[in-house]
C-alpha cells in the first residue's frame, strides 16, 4: 500500500514558483507606481475629507500625551479625555476669537493696504526717474508685485480658517481617537504577525513622532509669541496675526519663516517706511537664529531621519496635495511613509534613499 501523500504543502510551494516565474520584477514596480499614482490622485479628489481628518489627528497627537497621564494619575479614561478635550476648546476659543477678529480686520483693510503699496511703488518710480532711470510702472510690478503677497496671505488665511470651519466634527472626531488611545497598544498587538519584533519598532517610531510633534508645536508657539512681541513693540498692524501666522508656518521647514515673515516686512513698510521694514527683518531673523537655528536642531533634527531634499520634494508633495495642512504636517507624513518602507525588504531600498545618509556610513563613523 503507498503512504498517503500531503499534496497541499507541493501545491502552495509550486503556486509560489508559479507565482514568481510568471510575475517579472518590473512588472511589480509597475504595479507600485500605478498603486501610487491611483492613491496621489483619490487623495487629492477628498481633499476636504483628508484635511478635517489630519487636523484632528494632529490635536490627537498633541492631546494624546495629557490624557496618558491624567490615567496614570488613576482618572478614569472618559474624565481624563473630556479634561483635555475642555481645555483644547477653550484654547481653540480664545485663539480662534483673536485671530478670526484679526483675520477680517485684516480682509476689510487690504484695499487701504493696496492702495498705499501703490503710491509706495509711485514713490519709488519717482525716486529712480530722478536719478535717471526710466521705467514704467507695468514693468516694474512685473518683476515685483506687493499686493500678489498680501492678496496670498489672506488667501493662505481664509482657506484655514473654512478648515475650521467644520470644528465640530473634528472635535468628534478628536475624542473618539483619545478614547481609543489607551487600547490601540493592545490591539496592534494582537493584529501583528510578529509582535515581539515588530512592536518594539512601532512603538519607538510613534514615540518619536509623538515627540516631534510636541516638540515642533512648542518651538513654533515659542516663535509665534516673540514675533508677536516685537511687532507689538514696532507697532505694526495685527501683531496677534502675524504672531499666529509664524507659528502655524514654523512647521513648514525651512520655507516657512520666509513666508510668514513677508506681510509682516511688507506692512511695516506700508506703515512707517523703510526702518520699520528693516527692524522687523532683523526681529525675524534673531528670532529664527535662537530657536529655530540654536535650540530647534539639538532637539528635533536627530528624530526626523530624512535627507534635505527629501523634505523639499515632500513639501511640494504633501503642500499641493492638501494645502496648507498638508504642507504644516509634510514631516510626520513622509517619516510615516519612510517607516513603512522600512518594514518590507523589497521597498527597504527607497526608505535607505528618503534618509539622510547611508546606514553604512553611520556605522563607521559611530566607531
Not at 42 to 58: C, D, E, P, W
Not at 96 to 104: D, F, K, Y
Not at 224 to 249: E, K
Amino acid at each position: 500500500m503507498k503512504p498517503i501523500i500531503d499534496t497541499s504543502k507541493k501545491i502552495k510551494t509550486v503556486g509560489k514558483k508559479v507565482g514568481q516565474s510568471i510575475i517579472p520584477p518590473q512588472q511589480n514596480y509597475l504595479f507600485i507606481i500605478a498603486s501610487i499614482v491611483i492613491i496621489t490622485w483619490s487623495i487629492y479628489q477628498a481633499q476636504a475629507f483628508f484635511v478635517q481628518m489630519l487636523v484632528a489627528l494632529f490635536l490627537s497627537v498633541i492631546g494624546a500625551p495629557p490624557v496618558l497621564w491624567l490615567k496614570k494619575k488613576r482618572v478614569p479614561s472618559t474624565l481624563a479625555v473630556l479634561i483635555v478635550l475642555a481645555s483644547m476648546i477653550i484654547m481653540l476659543l480664545l485663539i480662534g476669537g483673536v485671530v478670526g477678529t484679526s483675520i477680517a480686520n485684516f480682509s476689510s483693510s487690504l484695499p487701504n493696504y493696496q492702495s498705499r503699496i501703490d503710491e509706495e511703488v509711485q514713490a519709488i518710480m519717482n525716486f529712480m526717474e530722478s536719478k535717471g532711470a526710466k521705467i514704467s510702472d507695468t514693468s516694474l510690478l512685473q518683476y515685483v508685485d506687493p499686493t500678489a503677497i498680501m492678496n496670498l496671505t489672506a488667501g493662505l488665511l481664509s482657506g484655514f480658517t473654512s478648515t475650521l470651519s467644520s470644528i465640530f466634527l473634528i472635535l468628534l472626531t478628536v475624542t473618539f481617537i483619545l478614547l481609543e488611545v489607551s487600547s490601540f497598544t493592545a490591539k496592534l498587538h494582537t493584529i501583528l504577525d510578529d509582535p515581539e519584533t515588530t512592536f518594539p519598532r512601532l512603538s519607538k517610531f510613534i514615540a518619536d513622532i509623538n515627540q516631534y510633534m510636541f516638540i515642533k508645536t512648542g518651538v513654533s508657539m515659542a516663535t509665534g509669541i516673540f514675533v508677536g512681541l516685537w511687532l507689538s513693540i514696532l507697532r505694526v498692524d495685527f501683531p496677534v496675526l502675524w504672531g499666529f501666522l509664524a507659528f502655524l508656518l514654523n512647521f513648514i521647514p525651512s520655507f516657512g519663516v520666509v513666508i510668514a515673515a513677508l506681510p509682516a516686512v511688507l506692512l511695516a513698510f506700508i506703515q512707517y517706511g523703510m526702518g520699520s521694514a528693516l527692524l522687523t527683518i532683523i526681529g525675524y531673523i534673531v528670532i529664527n537664529f535662537l530657536i529655530g537655528t540654536l535650540i530647534e536642531p539639538k532637539i528635533v533634527s536627530k528624530r526626523i531621519g530624512l535627507s534635505t531634499l527629501v523634505v523639499f520634494l515632500s513639501l511640494i508633495l504633501w503642500g499641493n496635495l492638501l494645502g496648507l495642512i498638508g504642507m504644516v504636517l509634510c514631516i510626520p507624513f513622509t517619516m510615516t511613509l519612510k517607516f513603512a518602507l522600512e518594514q518590507s525588504e523589497q521597498t527597504k531600498w527607497i526608505a535607505i534613499l528618503l534618509g539622510p545618509e547611508i546606514p553604512e556610513m553611520t556605522q563607521k563613523k559611530e566607531n
